[in-house]
């Protein structure tokens, strides 16, 4: 029988393909509200001094010493970059690929930051193309790594914010204008902390042990993962973020903006947070931003200068390791497990 006799069945692969176009539709819609609301803000803070939002704008950037804020992104890009290849190349070696050099990590997390300017789930590709290759680990097993890193990652925010809150919780009531911010934090909080034994002990087995969700290939670093790994790596990531947190505070004074270091610890992580919604442009962390620090509704954009810079920065550290990551992924000569050409 020929394809074209069998009849459409519903839920086949237009259903996919539909329900893409409506996800497209609403994140698109919910971008474009939350620049509104942003523009709405900074528009009646421009009207105050008599101007248009435009002109209030540009008067905010001229005003910046972008000098010295190059001279602080530059440096704090690259410290990123290669803290973060540290905790990326520490978890694939504890549960991928025990013989992987940290220089052969290198030039493949900095070529995936040039494939997240495309779409982040791509650019996980290139570390699993890469484990695929040169280490014979299964595409999901080396997504699993990615997945708890990306646990930990959320974990990471999570736990810094707290600790924001209970040392300047007088900020985050006095920012709590607009929404309730010290009551969403402390629920979410506390939510956080109540999953995270029951993860444990479910991937023990010691939980709900006949719900064979475990064992799927995906989830396997988290099976194979002591609670000393999910800290360790805490640890390896916490000087971005604490970094995050210094470079953010010293560049919004150099915008002429005055938020307190107390201010960024609590708030900065919710915000990267907001971040990570799948929203174009980052559009959910623009609002949060302009809900956070009220009286600044131009801290919006200055945001978005932030985040481009860094995801174009980081692309072009992708940029300058590209050759090698191109040997490194598809180099049929380069010899298994050492990541350098023979």
Same mark, same amino acid.
Request: aromatic letters at 16%; proline letters at 6%.
């Given at each position: 029988?020929?394809?074209? %006799?069998?009849?459409?069945?519903?839920?086949? /692969?237009?259903?996919?393909?539909?329900?893409?176009?409506?996800?497209? +539709?609403?994140?698109?819609?919910?971008?474009?509200?939350?620049?509104?609301?942003?523009? &709405?803000?900074?528009?009646?803070?421009?009207?105050?001094?008599?101007?248009?939002?435009?002109?209030?704008?540009?008067?905010?950037?001229?005003?910046?010493?972008?000098?010295?804020?190059?001279?602080?992104?530059?440096?704090?890009?690259?410290?990123?970059?290669?803290?973060?290849?540290?905790?990326?190349? =520490?978890? @694939? =070696?504890?549960?991928?690929?025990?013989?992987? =050099? *940290?220089?052969?990590?290198? /030039?493949?997390?900095?070529?995936?930051?040039?494939?997240?300017? !495309?779409?982040?789930?791509?650019?996980?590709?290139?570390?699993?193309?890469? #484990?695929?290759?040169?280490?014979?680990?299964?595409?999901?097993?080396?997504?699993?790594?990615?997945?708890?890193?990306?646990?930990?990652?959320?974990?990471?925010?999570? #736990?810094? %914010?707290?600790?924001?809150?209970?040392?300047?919780?007088?900020?985050?009531?006095?920012? %709590?204008?607009?929404?309730?911010?010290?009551? @969403?934090? &402390?629920?979410?909080?506390?939510?956080?902390?109540?999953?995270?034994?029951?993860?444990?002990?479910?991937?023990?087995?010691?939980?709900?042990?006949?719900?064979?969700?475990?064992?799927?290939?995906?989830?396997?670093?988290?099976?194979?993962?002591?609670?000393?790994?999910?800290?360790?790596?805490?640890?390896?990531?916490?000087?971005?973020?604490?970094?995050? !947190?210094?470079?953010?505070?010293?560049?919004?004074?150099?915008?002429?903006?005055?938020?307190? *270091?107390?201010?960024?610890?609590?708030?900065?992580? +919710? &915000?990267?947070?907001?971040?990570?919604? /799948?929203?174009? *442009?980052?559009?959910?962390?623009? +609002?949060?931003?302009?809900?956070?620090?009220?009286?600044? /509704?131009? &801290?919006?954009?200055?945001?978005?200068?932030?985040?481009?810079?860094? !995801?174009?920065?980081?692309?072009?550290?992708?940029?300058?390791?590209?050759? =090698?990551?191109?040997?490194?992924?598809?180099?049929?000569?380069?010899?298994?497990?050492?990541?350098?050409?023979?």
């Amino acid at each position: 029988m020929s394809d074209a %006799s069998v009849p459409h069945q519903p839920g086949g /692969p237009q259903t996919p393909r539909r329900f893409s176009w409506v996800f497209k +539709v609403l994140t698109w819609t919910a971008t474009a509200a939350c620049f509104y609301l942003v523009y &709405i803000k900074v528009d009646a803070a421009a009207a105050v001094e008599q101007l248009t939002a435009f002109d209030y704008l540009v008067r905010f950037f001229a005003n910046a010493n972008w000098t010295l804020w190059l001279a602080l992104m530059i440096p704090y890009s690259v410290f990123f970059f290669l803290v973060d290849a540290h905790a990326t190349w =520490r978890v @694939i =070696r504890w549960y991928n690929a025990p013989e992987l =050099r *940290f220089t052969s990590v290198l /030039p493949i997390r900095a070529s995936a930051y040039i494939l997240s300017l !495309v779409n982040e789930q791509v650019s996980k590709g290139a570390m699993t193309l890469y #484990l695929l290759r040169h280490h014979k680990v299964p595409g999901w097993q080396a997504l699993s790594s990615m997945i708890m890193l990306a646990m930990v990652e959320i974990y990471q925010l999570l #736990l810094w %914010s707290a600790i924001g809150v209970l040392l300047y919780f007088e900020l985050v009531v006095a920012a %709590s204008t607009t929404l309730p911010i010290d009551q @969403i934090l &402390i629920g979410v909080f506390i939510a956080a902390a109540a999953y995270f034994p029951l993860h444990i002990l479910y991937f023990r087995g010691h939980l709900m042990s006949h719900w064979r969700f475990r064992e799927m290939d995906v989830l396997s670093a988290f099976r194979s993962a002591p609670v000393i790994d999910y800290v360790l790596i805490l640890l390896f990531k916490a000087p971005n973020l604490l970094g995050a !947190v210094v470079v953010y505070t010293l560049a919004l004074s150099l915008f002429n903006v005055d938020v307190s *270091f107390g201010a960024m610890l609590a708030f900065l992580p +919710v &915000i990267f947070l907001a971040a990570a919604l /799948p929203l174009p *442009f980052h559009a959910g962390a623009l +609002v949060l931003w302009t809900v956070l620090f009220p009286e600044y /509704p131009e &801290i919006g954009a200055f945001s978005l200068v932030m985040h481009t810079f860094f !995801v174009l920065f980081n692309a072009f550290i992708g940029v300058l390791f590209l050759p =090698r990551a191109n040997r490194e992924l598809f180099d049929e000569d380069t010899p298994m497990g050492t990541g350098e050409p023979s």
